[in-house]
């Protein structure tokens, strides 16, 4: 799963980037420091995992992941300082969800590329760029479907009103997931759209922890939600020993978790994902995500496809039920552990081990 990085040059991109994978990225206060798309992954924090883990002494535990894609800057726009444009864009096309960070810190040595801290204005000024993006390759592919809906095809006949509807959206200023019809979001979401992605405002704060007023407001009205991290602060954290960096965050009232979990854990819900979880005792407790509605079958396969070819039944216990008993055997006593078929709908929270035989 990819989360995109968006927003203005400086916004801290590549800071959020380096905090939450904890890659070595080049942070500096020049635009377009990045060239190439850096890639590197998250662990999605799930106390769940922990739990499971911890109520059956199960020693390793390996959490989900996000990849994180921090995009290369444009020389192209770079003068009106947007930091994006056409061809980085295109980068962002494959992503799942977008994470916009927004420009909140004070901090008068990073430049603005317009000299003012300003996160609603920022926000609208990137939100603008990418429905325009997205409003020319809609314009493109109506061009298509028109000639195909004329010649009577199918495909296209039925294609050209969902494709007038997100043109119509996006003229009126609405991003693509407000659509309104899930036809029109299917296809929006299918061209690789960005206002139609999933997308969480990041507003990157000196060490407020709630979104600037306005921002929530604006993404609401993006349907979308905002959060609030000192990036900066954060990362200084990060390098601290622990002892130091738990003290340091007390004085600041930072909060018990750090901030990079938040939004790793905010980006994954957003992808609407399913996690059920392997761990019926030692040696490896796993979080595991699929699409919403994935039969048991498929959801074995992504443990391995021999589960899913030699699949007889799945053993299936809610999270919950395996903690309070304590281990897999109880819950069989307990009778909280039941058995289900190939076509059976993982459900949120489960923890499943597959009867198998190849
Ligand atoms: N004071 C302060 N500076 C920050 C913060 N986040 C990033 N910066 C600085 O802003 C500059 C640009 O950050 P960077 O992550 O490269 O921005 P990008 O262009 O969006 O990738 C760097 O000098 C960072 O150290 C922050 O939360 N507080
Ligand atoms: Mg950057």
């Given at each position: 799963m990819d989360l995109g990085l968006v927003g203005r040059a400086n916004a801290g991109k590549t800071a959020l980037f380096a905090l939450v994978t904890g890659a070595d990225a080049e942070i500096a206060p020049y635009p377009f420091t990045t060239r190439e798309p850096a890639r590197a992954m998250a662990d999605v924090p799930d106390p769940r995992l922990q739990a499971i883990a911890d109520a059956q002494d199960i020693p390793r535990r390996v959490p989900a992941q996000v990849q994180l894609v921090d995009i290369a800057g444009l020389a192209a726009g770079a003068g009106q300082g947007e930091g994006l444009g056409g061809a980085a864009l295109g980068q962002l096309r494959q992503a799942d969800a977008l994470l916009h960070v927004v420009r909140a810190f004070a901090n008068a040595e990073v430049p603005h590329p317009e000299e003012r801290v300003d996160p609603v204005a920022d926000a609208e000024a990137v939100d603008l760029e990418l429905a325009i993006a997205d409003r020319e390759q809609v314009e493109r592919r109506l061009d298509k479907v028109r000639k195909g809906a004329r010649a009577g095809e199918k495909g296209a006949v039925a294609e050209l009103p969902a494709l007038e509807r997100i043109a119509e959206a996006l003229d009126a200023g609405r991003p693509a997931r407000l659509v309104g019809d899930d036809d029109a979001l299917a296809i929006a979401l299918d061209m690789g759209l960005l206002t139609a992605k999933p997308v969480l405002y990041i507003?990157?704060?000196?060490?407020?922890l709630e979104p600037p007023e306005g921002l929530a407001a604006h993404a609401a009205a993006q349907g979308a939600q905002a959060l609030a991290l000192p990036v900066g602060t954060e990362l200084e954290l990060a390098g601290m020993d622990p002892e130091e960096a738990a003290e340091f965050a007390r004085e600041m009232e930072l909060g018990e978790t750090r901030g990079a979990d938040a939004v790793v854990a905010g980006a994954y819900r957003l992808l609407d994902l399913v996690t059920f979880f392997t761990g019926s005792g030692p040696p490896e407790a796993r979080a595991w995500p699929i699409t919403r509605g994935t039969a048991a079958a498929q959801a074995a396969g992504k443990i391995h496809s021999d589960l899913e070819r030699g699949f007889i039944r799945a053993e299936v216990v809610g999270w919950e039920d395996l903690v309070a008993a304590g281990s897999w055997s109880r819950a069989r006593e307990a009778a909280t552990l039941r058995m289900e078929g190939k076509d059976y709908i993982v459900q949120e929270g489960d923890v499943i081990q597959v009867r198998f035989n190849v």
């Open positions: 507003a990157n704060t000196d060490d407020q």
